[in-house]
T-cell receptor
Framework: DAMVIQNPRYQVTQFGKPVTLSCSQT?????MYWYQQKSSQAPKLLFH???????NEADTPDNFQSRRPNTSFCFLDIRSPGLGDAAMYLC??????????????FGPGTRLTVL | AQSVTQLGSHVSVSEGALVLLRCNYS??????LFWYVQYPNQGLQLLLK??????LVKGINDFEAEFKKSETSFHLTKPSAHMSDAAEYFC????????????FGTGTKLQVIP
């Protein structure tokens, strides 16, 4: 089945130690998104790629970076994780195009713990 | 700017009872509205979406929602709750553009009591 895959599902890192989360998709979608979701809160969009074009949300900290080496893969890099970065990180994809009704498909998420 | 407000962060219903989760939207242009469900430690799954084709939208697992422009509402309902419906539900609205930037509500946790 076509899907959005996130690895690992659970990630533990130390304060200040860089960490990379990965997302892959078999849907061949143009757009890939990264969301941060803290406990009992709504997902918050960090950035997205439309093909190779990177779009950062205005309030996303510089500590968060992303790479999309090809259509299938997208990575979230946290350069120096702080305790406040502990959260669930959700990857999503959508076909893109000119419609606002394009559906986003979410991966299962990676839960990041910062010690 | 567009936004959604979900009334009630926690809702409890008895198994077999009607489920009603409330969502009101604010939009200066015709909105596109979505309901997503999130099970513990899982990603979000689309339940249904409103795309202006029909005001009553049917989704998966017998959920449905009705778009009411006069009330700026898009409430989610299910006639009979199952234990498996216990999850968090997010209402969401999109902005226009070449991609779908979704604004989520704060979520409603549904508890189903046996």
């Amino acid at each position: 089945d076509a899907m959005v895959i996130q690895n690992p599902r659970y990630q533990v890192t130390q304060f200040g130690k860089p960490v990379t989360l990965s997302c892959s998709q078999t849907l061949n979608h143009n757009v890939m998104y990264w969301y941060q979701q803290k406990s009992s809160q709504a997902p918050k969009l960090l950035f997205h790629y439309y093909d190779k074009d990177f779009n950062n949300e205005a309030d996303t900290p510089d500590n968060f970076q992303s790479r999309r080496p090809n259509t299938s893969f997208c990575f979230l890099d946290i350069r120096s994780p702080g305790l406040g970065d502990a959260a669930m990180y959700l990857c999503a994809t959508s076909r893109g195009g000119g419609t606002s009704t394009d559906t986003q498909y979410f991966g299962p998420g990676t839960r990041l713990t910062v010690l | 700017a567009q936004s959604v407000t979900q009334l009630g962060s926690h809702v409890s219903v008895s198994e077999g009872a009607l489920v009603l989760l409330r969502c009101n939207y604010s939009s200066s242009v015709p909105p596109y509205l979505f309901w997503y469900v999130q099970y513990p430690n899982q990603g979000l799954q689309l339940l249904l979406k409103y795309t202006s084709a029909a005001t009553l939208v049917k989704g998966i697992n017998d959920f449905e929602a009705e778009f009411k422009k006069s009330e700026t509402s898009f409430h989610l309902t299910k006639p009979s709750a199952h234990m498996s419906d216990a999850a968090e539900y997010f209402c969401a609205v999109t902005s226009s553009g070449g991609y779908q930037k979704v604004t989520f509500g704060t979520g409603t946790k549904l508890q189903v009591i046996p």
